[in-house]
């Protein structure tokens, strides 16, 4: 379960209203409201988005702290500084927040993935780059507990199907880092969806293992293990590895 696109989507609730901004062929007068109006609408949505945003942090905090059960709408809203009702107006009912937070929390973690990934100068940077950011960042991560809060409750249909989304949405992005460099020859041609399966169970692995706090990783970083053994995997026959990754500094997740 990974920890660290386009975003997060603006809620239907949160757009402008149809109607709001003048029509086609108005007056100066009605053009010159539409455009304030039109104005206001972009502050409006913006400030709409900020709140949302901090509600979802506030509820990730919130749900790793006390768990899905103890965990109340009016907790949330204090963490977040906001009403009940505000938080109500973002989340409607408790039985819908957690998938939704998940569904924020992971779209927030994917943008800042891709822009990091966008940055990197090879295949090999992206793959340390994805290890990074799926690894939980230390014991008692947010996300992470997140996901563990999410996974142990009962989902229908539409919740399984959600889940299941963002799960392949991890699998898919290290897909394509490995397509990428088996087509440049930075990879060995391996079968690219078995390779993704194990790759991905031994990072939900490790994780767990950071997770609960195992004493081997107190002293050894999680990631270097991770990546050294994909590395090893990877490597081509008769080419030298790592000189084309550079230096492992990049962003946490």
Known sequence: MPTSETGPGLPDRLLPPEGVIGSAGAGAGDASRSGDQALFDRKRQRSGDEARGRAMRAAISVIA????????????????????????????????????VLAWSQADLWTRFQQAADQAASPAEKLDLFVR??????????????????LAQHHDEAGRHIL???????????????????????FADVDLTEFTIRAVAMLSGLSEDVMFGRSRWQHTSAHAFALSALERELRPANRPYGGDRGPRTGPGS
């Open 65 to 100: 702290e006390k768990g899905t059960a103890a965990t109340r709408m009016s907790d949330i809203a204090e963490r977040a500084g906001m009403s009940t009702g505000h938080i109500l107006y973002h989340f409607g009912k408790k039985d819908r927040l957690l998938l939704e």
């Open 133 to 150: 950011f799926y690894l939980p960042r230390h014991q008692g991560d947010e996300r992470y507990a997140l996901w563990t809060q999410v």
């Open 164 to 186: 299941t989304a963002l799960l392949d949405g991890w699998d898919e992005r290290l897909e394509a880092i490995l397509r990428e460099g088996r087509d440049l020859g930075h």
